[in-house]
């Protein structure tokens, strides 16, 4: 078992930064790849950005790169996404998901349905 807990929301100004953590717990977490994802209201989750193992490999939604930085500290078991320039739209519940495994270049990274654990998430919220 692995439990994650984010942090790091809040309420921000379009054009602000924010940066979400996500702390895990209960396993080795330098074998967990892991993902953010975010849900607005009355939308579908969409995947936001992922990390492998040990940092070689990030991936990003077409709607964050360039804004959106994800970053790992494995002696903290704590993953980071730095988000700036950050819009209205990207006002959503952001949620973290940790899935064992130390495969790299694979697109299931992009799919909620590869992770195996997520956390409770926390609230972005971005006015105009």
């Known amino acids: 078992q692995v439990q994650l807990v984010e942090s790091g929301g809040g309420l921000v100004q379009a054009g602000g930064s924010l940066r979400v953590s996500c702390a895990a717990s209960?396993?080795?977490?330098?074998?967990?790849?892991m993902g953010w994802f975010r849900q607005a209201p009355g939308k579908e989750r969409e995947f936001v950005a992922a990390i492998s193992w040990n940092g070689g490999r990030l991936y990003y939604a077409d709607s964050v790169k360039g804004r959106f930085t994800i970053s790992r500290d494995n002696a903290k078991n704590t993953v980071y996404m730095q988000m700036n320039s950050l819009k209205p739209e990207d006002t959503a519940v952001y949620y973290c998901?940790?899935?064992?495994?130390?495969?790299?270049?694979?697109?299931?990274?992009?799919?909620?349905?590869?992770?195996?654990?997520w956390g409770q998430g926390t609230q972005v919220t971005v006015s105009s």
């Open positions: 209960g396993r080795t977490f330098s074998n967990y790849a």
């Open positions: 998901a940790a899935k064992s495994t130390r495969r790299e270049n694979s697109n299931s990274y992009y799919d909620g349905g590869f992770y195996d654990y």
